[in-house]
């Protein structure tokens, strides 16, 4: 049964406090809600993130960190050998066979080093790939499990830029990273022991350079850190622009703004220009300065060890190996300062991904849900408050009942809270305050998969995805037959339309080309719905890109398709939900009228003046 005839006070305006740019309104226009979120940069958090990551390519790491010991082992011998050859061509010892003999042995170690290295590629670029491979996935999870209030606050080619770009640059610089990394730890260490051994006067005199170094690659480090950030930052606006201009390009000609976009795009290609040259300045730095220091180190180490020499306490050829020893332990770090710059871009792009990683998704379900099954359609709003801005509240107070098998329809001015009723009823967002109950049970209680088989929706902006028709007509129900497509679609009235295409129910559409008409894109969505029977059905302006002929054809088939369902319609032309059982008038969060088209009528009242006002226009 319809509730009485209700009229309740009419508030308006925007209470104070609430910042600029957000408004209380339905949920089309979520975006401008939400100001920007600013996180804090953590590089270590990111490093610890990236090597959790790889820890479950274990079996691989731990093959390349013993091909890697292997390599260090030769390398590590080769300055001891040399040292020996050149002591023994001094003539302090040996003779042409045994230096023969060691330089054969000095060319086997670098044949192992160049195999060990070799074979250590091949597997870290495989693990490499494979965690990437691991991340992308669980990015692309994560967006379908993120709380919509995050896709309402990002662009599209924002998260495609995190998707995409910034993936692609950890894959293409952590292979090479992580490989150098656990070489240039064992490296520096193995080189340091066999310099200690050598000479402790002289690994002293090495060590000088050494926080020189460190204060070198902190200071650029913190100089083009931010850089590197603002540069992912400024190419994920440059995506969501160009994602924006390809998708809506129709309408950027239809008011002539082609020049107003490319002025948008100079504006932030600058920036990143900007931002790019900057960050590539500033880690350029990094590399001549290293060499400035290493030869400066090079100096010293032979200024000392030929006063070391002359005074007869070490030999010429130990000098010679310290000399390759203190080569060995500065070049990781030279290598390191070589990839600075794309190591540093990796790192912002691993933040930025991270960042999504780490967003609130969707509630989960309680420990003691239940499954919703056999749903009658018996749906109670009780004093239910919701706002997407804490302390603001979009709905206030709103409380219905609506029995099985009725229809009901919403209406009011944009933005009065009708969207957000029925994404509060398909738990797309949670409330705030109050209950809402299926069958006598709050929603929240029910497994929330459970719940949303218990909805059939057709939204006013049609979604269609890459595919043939007939693929994107079964998409709730994949496992549908031929024969049941054939028969929703007539249902639904765009079986005419389908068999008139080339390929008729196998020909390719996509979400991202206009191949078909809005109307006819709006027909398969409708009849997508009509092949997935729910027990509650919500059209949200579902006839709004059809004509008018074609809109009573509609109409006729959710008249059957309705029958037995209950059902939410949203519509702005309120001559189609006339039958409505309820006609409920929302405005500012609140249910100001409710009652049957000729109660309402009657009432004189904000529907009467609505109506009339649309009948005087026709």
Not at 79 to 89: D, E, H, R, Y
Not at 372 to 381: N, S, V
Not at 460 to 481: H, M, V, W
């Amino acid at each position: 049964m319809a509730e009485p005839v209700r009229k309740t006070s009419q508030t308006s305006g925007i209470p104070a406090g609430i910042p600029a740019g957000i408004r209380r309104q339905g949920g089309g226009a979520a975006a401008s809600r939400f100001a920007p979120v600013v996180k804090a940069r953590d590089t270590r958090g990111t490093i610890k993130k990236l090597f959790l990551l790889y820890v479950k390519e274990g079996k691989r790491l731990f093959a390349v960190f013993l091909l890697l010991l292997g390599s260090t082992v030769a390398l590590l011998n080769a300055p001891n050998l040399i040292g020996k050859i050149v002591n023994a061509i001094d003539g302090s010892g040996g003779d042409n066979a045994a230096i023969h003999g060691m330089i054969q042995v000095l060319l086997a170690l670098y044949i192992c080093d160049w195999i060990f290295a070799t074979v250590q590629g091949y597997i870290i670029a495989g693990a490499s790939q494979k965690a990437v491979r691991a991340l992308r996935r669980g990015l692309f999870a994560k967006m379908q499990r993120l709380a919509l209030v995050y896709h309402d606050t990002h662009t599209h080619g924002e998260l495609m830029s995190r998707l995409t770009n910034d993936i692609d640059n950890i894959s293409g610089t952590i292979a090479a990273s992580t490989s150098q990394l656990m070489n240039s730890a064992v490296m520096v260490f193995g080189s340091m022991f066999f310099m200690v051994r050598l000479s402790p006067v002289l690994s002293a005199v090495t060590l000088i350079t050494l926080p020189l170094v460190l204060m070198l690659t902190k200071g650029i480090a913190k100089k083009s850190k931010a850089m590197f950030i603002g540069q992912q930052r400024e190419l994920g606006k440059l995506n969501g622009v160009i994602e924006e201009n390809i998708s809506g390009l129709r309408m950027v000609k239809a008011f002539n703004q082609e020049s107003e976009n490319v002025n948008k795009f100079d504006k932030i290609n600058s920036e990143l220009l900007n931002h790019s040259s900057r960050a590539q300045i500033w880690s350029g730095f990094l590399m001549p300065m290293m060499n400035v220091i290493t030869n400066v180190g090079y100096t010293f180490i032979a200024i000392v060890g030929c006063i070391l020499a002359v005074n007869g306490k070490i030999l010429p050829g130990t000098i010679v190996s310290f000399i390759a020893y203190s080569r060995q332990f500065v070049r990781p770090l030279n290598d390191i300062a070589g990839t600075f710059n794309s190591l540093q871009s990796a790192l912002a792009g691993a933040e930025r991904v991270f960042d999504v990683m780490s967003e609130a998704e969707e509630t989960k379900d309680k420990a003691n849900a239940v499954e919703l099954t056999d749903a009658k359609g018996i749906i109670e709003f009780r004093d239910v408050c919701f706002g997407y801005v804490d302390g603001v509240n979009v709905l206030k107070n709103v409380s219905f009942k609506v029995n099985h098998g009725q229809t009901v329809a919403l209406v009011g001015k944009t933005g009065a809270g009708k969207t957000t009723i029925v994404n509060l009823l398909t738990r797309f967002y949670d409330i705030s305050s109050g209950s809402i109950t299926i069958d006598g049970r709050d929603i929240r209680e029910y497994t929330r998969d459970s719940l949303r088989k218990a909805f059939t929706v057709v939204l006013q902006d049609t979604c269609l995805f890459t595919g043939t028709i007939a693929e994107n007509i079964k998409y709730g129900r994949p496992e549908a037959s031929d024969v049941e497509v054939i028969e929703a679609s007539k249902a639904a009235n765009s079986f005419s339309f389908i068999k008139r295409l080339p390929q008729g129910y196998d020909t390719m559409v996509s979400g991202a080309v206009d191949t078909l008409s809005q109307g006819q894109r709006q027909l398969i969505a409708i009849t997508r719905a009509v092949l997935c029977p729910a027990p509650v059905l919500i059209l949200d302006e579902a006839t709004s890109n059809v004509d008018t002929k074609t809109e009573k054809k509609i109409q006729q088939a959710l008249l059957r398709f309705k029958s037995g369902r209950t059902s939410f319609v949203i519509a702005h032309r309120l001559s189609t939900i006339k039958d409505a059982d309820v006609i409920m008038v929302i405005d500012d969060g609140m249910i100001i009228e409710s009652g049957t088209h000729a109660e309402l009528l009657n009432l004189d009242g904000t529907y009467a003046v609505m109506y009339n006002s649309q009948m005087s226009g026709i």
